[in-house]
């Protein structure tokens, strides 16, 4: 176990929630033993498209119920990172282990339970635009139940409940029968962070979810995620473009540069000035 890893575990005592506020390497003797599994955990890997390598030996151990916001450049492997832990990508070399399952070579079953524990959050939220959001949000549900579903009706019971409290929880039960192309970007949002949790998953994946949003709804999301993280105990990693939003958000900050981790630390640590280094030197030329 690393200084780092020993910190993020030690820091993650519930009682003390200013997460990371310490320094880097104070943790070990007594907290030693209450060290978790980590819940991501990356060994040098490398993902090849072709001529591009779009991650570079990347080492990552997120632990449960840290928040994480994954920042970097267009084209830097943000999304190609998140995609690795639910196994929609394979690496092509080095191992992803999620919830002590390696990605890659998880098949059916267990393949299918790991999707059902990792949720997912994207930039364009992906509902079905002719459905109610209380049907959308029951679309969580699909992975366990058995055959497609057609309506709000054809779910269990017991499914529409749930899906009426996540909706209550995100502060949407009032607009929970209007369509969901009907609703603001915002709202939009709020319904597929209760679709996902539906699913009641151990880790949430967010895909810049905000991008498409404004500032206000941005914040309202944001606030959104880092609640139900601390609430349900999720471990959260969440790629974003605005460095002041990750600033303000969660526990630790992970920066990527052209595939690589370049900054990995406790965003108490961290002031703006180091993060903007992330977008520096992309691509070095070559001439100079
Ligand atoms: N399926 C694919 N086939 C070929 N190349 C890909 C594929 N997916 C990603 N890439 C390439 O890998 C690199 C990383 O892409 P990725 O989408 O992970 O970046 P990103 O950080 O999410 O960017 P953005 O901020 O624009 O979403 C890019 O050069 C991209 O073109
Ligand atoms: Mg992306």
């Keep these: 176990m690393t200084p780092r890893g020993l910190a993020h575990a030690a820091s993650h005592d519930r009682a003390g929630s200013d997460i990371h506020a310490g320094s880097d390497i104070h943790a070990g003797g007594h907290h030693a033993h209450h060290v978790p599994e980590p819940s991501v955990h990356l060994r040098g890997v490398t993902k090849q498209f072709g001529g591009t390598r779009a991650l570079d030996a990347v080492d990552l151990d997120i632990y449960p119920g840290e928040v994480v916001a994954l920042l970097g450049l267009s084209g830097s492997g943000k999304s190609t990172l998140l995609r690795m832990l639910d196994g ?26 790991l999707r059902r524990d990792v949720g997912f959050v994207f930039q364009q939220f992906h509902l079905v635009p002719s459905a109610s959001a209380l049907e959308n949000v029951c679309t969580g549900a699909l992975g366990a139940l058995r055959g497609p579903r057609f309506g709000l009706a054809t779910y269990p019971r017991t499914v529409r409940a749930r899906a009426m409290e996540q909706l209550d929880r995100v502060g949407l039960a009032h607009i929970a029968f209007q369509r969901a192309d009907t609703l603001s970007g915002g709202q939009q949002q709020r319904v597929a962070v209760a679709r996902a949790l539906l699913q009641r998953p151990r880790i949430l994946l967010a895909d810049e979810p905000v991008a498409s949003l404004d500032p206000e709804s941005s914040a309202q999301v944001m606030d ?38 370049v900054l990995d630390r406790p965003v108490p640590t961290i002031d703006r000035a180091e993060t903007m280094r992330i977008y520096q030197d992309v691509a070095a030329p070559e001439l100079v």
């Design 224 to 261: 959104l995620l880092t609640r139900v993280a601390r609430e349900d105990d999720l471990t959260v990693l969440c790629s974003l473009h605005q460095v002041e939003l990750a600033l303000s958000f969660g526990h630790r900050l992970v920066g990527l540069r052209s595939g690589r981790v």
């Design 88 to 113: 929609l990508h394979v690496p092509t070399s080095g191992t992803v282990t999620v919830l002590g399952t390696d990605v890659a070579h998880a098949r059916g079953r267990a393949l299918r339970a």
